[in-house]
Every structure is written in structure tokens, then in C-alpha cells.
């Protein structure tokens, strides 16, 4: 809109790609003479057909250089692996400004593993403490003892109160008796 004010006009359409620029140089936009035009349209278009060789050129001789390098056995892989070595290389051996930022980088890296260290210790004893006190907690032991008072109903075994040992017999006592039997009451209902 500023442009507009200022009286600065643009063309009204913009040329896309492979289309010819002078072609669609607006009349109305400029202020030159015919003549000053006719000129400027001579040297667009000799400068595009110029562009143009030029863009043949770099093409055919990118196409020469693939070849050449088919020949070599030299691979995009290959030409990669050498680029990050040759980079590397340029990093350690700078002898200027490079040395104090890797010096500097491998520091904070130091540092930031040994935090993340710390930080996983005091997260695992977090853990740690949170499931002891959840194992000691009122409700849990409520659960332990009525998992005892099973296992003694179900083996008919006096528990010696060790919960894991609770578990391990009551889960061994399922595998062997997979179905349980009807109670006496059930038998009489269903007949």
C-alpha cells in the first residue's frame, strides 16, 4: 500500500518459471521511452538465452564429473564419510578460536552427565522410599494379612507371615488346581 502511495507501481503479473520475462514487462509501469525499452528487452532476453547456456553447461559438465567419479568407485557414502572426517579433523586441530569451544563443549557435556546422574540416584531412592512406605502403609498390610488368612483357608498350612512367600504358594496352588470345586450348597441348588 506504501508503494502505491509513494506512486511506485509494480507489474502486474510476474513471470513464471520458463516464461520470458521481456514478454511480460508492462508498458504502463515504466516511464521510459519506446526506444529504452526496446533495449532493455534485447538485453533481458540476451541475458535469459545466456542464463540458459550457462544452466546446459554446469549440467553437462555435473554430468562429467558423476561419471568420473563412477569410474573412481567414488560413492556419495564414501564422499560423506570423508567430509565428516576431513570436518572433525578441522575441529580438533584449529589452533585458534575451535580448541576452547570443544574444550568448552566437552566440559558442560562432563558436567550435564554428571547432573543427569545425580539426578536419576535421587529419583531411584525417591522411588525406593515411596514403595517402602507404601508396603508399610495400613492399607497394604490389611491386604497382606487377608492374603495370609487365604492361603492358610486355601492349603490349610499355618502362614509364617513372609508375603512373597503368600504369593508364591498361592500362585503355585492355582496352576495345580485350576478349577475349583462347588461348594457344598452349590451342588444342592443346582440339582
Do not use: C
Amino acid at each position: 500500500m506504501e508503494e502505491a502511495d509513494k506512486g511506485i507501481s509494480r507489474p502486474e503479473t510476474i513471470p513464471e518459471v520458463g516464461e520470458d520475462a521481456a514478454s511480460t514487462v508492462s508498458l504502463s509501469a515504466t516511464s521510459l521511452t519506446e526506444e529504452e525499452q526496446e533495449e532493455l528487452r534485447n538485453e533481458l532476453a540476451k541475458v535469459e538465452d545466456e542464463i540458459q547456456t550457462l544452466s546446459q553447461v554446469l549440467a553437462a559438465k555435473e554430468r562429467h564429473v558423476a561419471e568420473m567419479k563412477r569410474k573412481l568407485g567414488i560413492t556419495p557414502l564414501n564422499e560423506l564419510k570423508q567430509n565428516i572426517t576431513k570436518g572433525w579433523q578441522d575441529v580438533t586441530t584449529s589452533t585458534a578460536y575451535v580448541p576452547s569451544i570443544y574444550k568448552r563443549t566437552s566440559e558442560t557435556l562432563s558436567q550435564a552427565g554428571q547432573k543427569a546422574t545425580a539426578a536419576f540416584s535421587t529419583v531411584g531412592s525417591a522411588i525406593s522410599k515411596k514403595l517402602e512406605d507404601v508396603r508399610n502403609s495400613p492399607t497394604f498390610k490389611s491386604f497382606e494379612e487377608k492374603v495370609e488368612t487365604l492361603k492358610t483357608k486355601v492349603s490349610n498350612q499355618p502362614s509364617t507371615g513372609d508375603f512373597d512367600e503368600v504369593l508364591n504358594s498361592t500362585a503355585s496352588a492355582s496352576a495345580m488346581d485350576p478349577k475349583p470345586e462347588e461348594a457344598p450348597a452349590d451342588r444342592q441348588g443346582a440339582r
